[in-house]
């Protein structure tokens, strides 16, 4: 991760550090030499098996929740650089326990910038999520409200302050709770592999990639912005049946229905977005809007055109092949090792 100074002395605060992101995102500060790198959680458990697998000394633990100020505020001081992972991310769980949601989402958001500001941190980067564009369900609905409240925040910085910006990424491949696991586990049984809706449309990012669009965000973020990774898609159906002949499973796919408050594709960026976005390669950044409350001069002076720019889905983006979803899975560490522990060959043959 390039900076300005020396990683060494550089001190990290992961929120939500024991879950999938935070795990690989500790590897790799570690792997950059940064000097303390201090996991945020409210799992003790998770926390005591991470501090002994790890067995690193760089690595501190703080018992919290994002929900408490006060906690949040005693592994802040002397932090650096923020990344905000915390947060209730299953769609069904979230419907049934909405004001859960708010609690942790939006209001341990705030209080996790608010006290990053308030220790003068040099970045926060909150991670958001593909659901929070066009949201239809609690979870997001509220990680939208998080962006809005990370960038109301950003616009009372200046320069040479805080630096807040936030991203979005879509389905996470293999990270806990996800459908890959889950996946596996009933190849592994013997059961049936059930989907959804076959067709239903997906972003797929390996967790690898999650890490370089938060680094991509830290090194490149202005006041406000939010980030997202170019990424191709498939659907469920495909996914389900590349499991199937990786794991030569004779399981049955068998659809269930669709869950509470999910949708057959998700956006990245909206049209009004795309409009404004930047492209960055591999990556596109979107601007906070920065206009006033006065509206009055927009009526006369207009704004852009956005007819000839659509939504950033999951719909019209690159779609992978049935072969790329296999040669996709294959590159996880995770597949391949289960792949080894069910007696078949790691290169898909």
């Given amino acids: 991760m390039a900076t300005t100074s020396n990683p060494k002395s550089k001190t990290v605060l992961i929120t939500g550090g024991t879950g999938s992101f935070g795990k690989t995102m500790v590897k790799h500060l570690l792997d950059q030499g940064y000097g303390q790198i201090r996991i945020f959680s409210r799992d003790e458990w998770k926390q005591e098996d991470m501090r002994v697998r790890m067995a690193e000394p760089r690595l501190k633990f703080y ?22 992972a915390a947060a209730l991310k299953q769609v069904p769980s979230c419907e049934f326990f909405p004001m859960q949601a708010v609690e942790t989402n939006i209001i341990g958001s705030n209080n996790v910038i608010e006290s990053a500001v308030a220790h003068g941190v040099d970045c926060v980067v909150v991670l958001g999520t593909d659901k929070a564009v066009y949201p239809v369900n609690a979870m997001g609905m509220t990680k939208a409200v998080m962006e809005k409240v990370a960038q109301s925040i950003a616009r009372r910085m200046g320069d040479g302050h805080t630096r807040i910006c936030s991203v979005r990424y879509g389905n996470v491949m293999y990270s806990r709770g996800s459908v890959i696991p889950l996946f596996v586990r009933q190849i592994r049984e013997g059961k049936p592999i059930t989907t959804t809706e076959n067709s239903m449309s997906r972003f797929m990012l390996p967790l690898r990639d999650s890490v370089a669009l938060v680094e991509f965000a830290f090194q490149n973020a202005r006041q406000g912005d939010i980030f997202i990774k170019k990424a191709a898609a498939c659907t469920i159906g495909q996914l389900a049946q590349a499991m199937k002949e990786l794991f030569k499973s004779d399981s049955e796919i068998k659809m269930i229905g669709i869950r509470h408050g999910e949708k057959m594709f998700e956006a990245l960026a909206s049209v009004a977005e795309m409009a404004r976005a930047e492209d960055m390669g591999d990556f596109m950044r979107i601007p906070m809007d920065e206009r006033e409350l006065n509206y009055k001069r927009f009526f006369t002076e207009g704004d852009s055109d956005e007819t000839k720019f659509e939504d950033y889905d999951s719909h019209n983006t690159d779609q992978l092949t049935l072969q790329e979803v296999k040669d996709l899975l294959l590159s996880l560490p995770e597949i391949q090792q289960d792949l080894i522990d069910a007696g078949l060959s790691t290169d898909g043959s």
């Fill in 63 to 84: 018992i919290g929740d994002v929900r408490s100020r006060a906690s949040v505020d005693a592994a802040m001081d002397g932090v650096d650089l923020v990344f905000h």
